[in-house]
């Protein structure tokens, strides 16, 4: 089950790479940065109920339990992630990296991370 659940990790992850380069190169662009954070949310949530949908059956856990340890693994790993694309990858402060999870400065990655969190248990419950 492990190797699945790292195996969803980059899936998620790499669509949500991608997310927020579409929402720096283009929706910021177009939208203003206010409305694309929102726009960039709403999509990057959707990305991953679609591949909730489709990688919670393939992991298949057995439990709540499980179900909430395979959202919670992925939620540690974003972050973890994130934190190093903001530290090493693009050499921020570590004001300028955690300023992302401030939801009262309009950023709106920690409800991301909730979502990530419960979007496995929601998924077992409809599925059974």
Do not use: C, H, Q
Not at 56 to 78: C, H, N, Y
Not at 89 to 100: A, G, I, P, V, Y
Request: charged share 15%.
């Amino acid at each position: 089950m492990l190797i699945k659940i790292v195996l969803g990790f980059f899936l998620i992850a790499l669509a949500e790479t991608f997310n927020g380069i579409f929402r720096v190169k283009v929706l910021s662009k177009k939208l203003g940065i206010k409305k694309a954070k929102l726009l960039s949310f709403l999509l990057g949530g959707s990305i991953v109920l679609i591949l909730n949908l489709i990688l919670v059956p393939w992991i298949e856990p057995k439990s709540m339990m499980d179900a909430f340890s395979i959202g919670f693994t992925w939620m540690s790993l974003m972050l973890a992630y994130d934190i190093f694309v903001g530290k090493v990858l693009f050499r921020l402060s570590w004001e300028k990296t955690l300023e992302d999870f401030n939801i009262f400065k309009g950023n709106l990655l920690s409800f991301g991370l909730l979502l990530i969190v419960f979007l496995p248990i929601i998924v077992l419950l409809v599925k059974n």
